[in-house]
Structures are given as C-alpha cells and as structure tokens.
C-alpha cells in the first residue's frame, strides 16, 4: 500500500465550469480524497493497471483557495503506484 498527497491552488470559479482530476496510469488500485473528501476509486487488476481513469472533483474542490489531494494505492504486481502525470481538468458546462 502506498499513499500520496498533493496539493494545489484555483483562482476563482469560472462560470458552468465542473473539473476532474485525471489519472493517466496507477499501477494498482486506487481511492481518491480531494480535501479530505472521499471522492473516487479505480479498481484495477494484474493486467489493466495502464488504463486511464478520472474522478469528479467538482463537489470537492475548493475554488479561490488551496486543495489537498490524497491517493491510497494498494498494489498487486510487482510494481505499483502513480507512475504518470496526474493532472486536473476544467470542463466547460452547457448553458442551462
């Protein structure tokens, strides 16, 4: 098992926008907390460990201000972990 924590900072909210952390490859299984926020989960085998996930971090994330993620990963081959860029994604909404 191993764990990581992030952080990072967002100006203010841009209008109809919704944001999700994007996770390009976990070696293992993987849960999500943005803020201390249970947010998501990946589970992954032996032989899908390179297939790319995302979480919805729009109710979690804190606009205008400073964010925590923490990722626990649990590892069933013999490598594992966060083995590529994580990164976060600004989703424009349709207007209502």
Do not use: M
Not at 21 to 44: C, D, K, M, P, R
Not at 54 to 69: E, H, L
């Amino acid at each position: 098992i191993g764990w990581y924590r992030g952080a990072f900072e967002l100006p203010e909210r841009p209008d109809h926008h919704a944001a999700e952390l994007v996770f390009e490859t976990v070696a293992g299984s993987a849960w999500v907390w943005i803020n201390g926020s249970y947010a998501g989960q990946h589970l992954s085998g032996v032989d899908d460990w390179q297939v790319p996930f995302r979480v919805d971090a729009t109710p979690f994330i804190r606009w205008s201000g400073g964010n925590q993620v923490t990722v626990r990963v649990l590892n069933i081959g013999r490598a594992g972990g966060i083995c590529k860029p994580v990164r976060l994604e600004l989703l424009k909404l349709g207007t209502p």
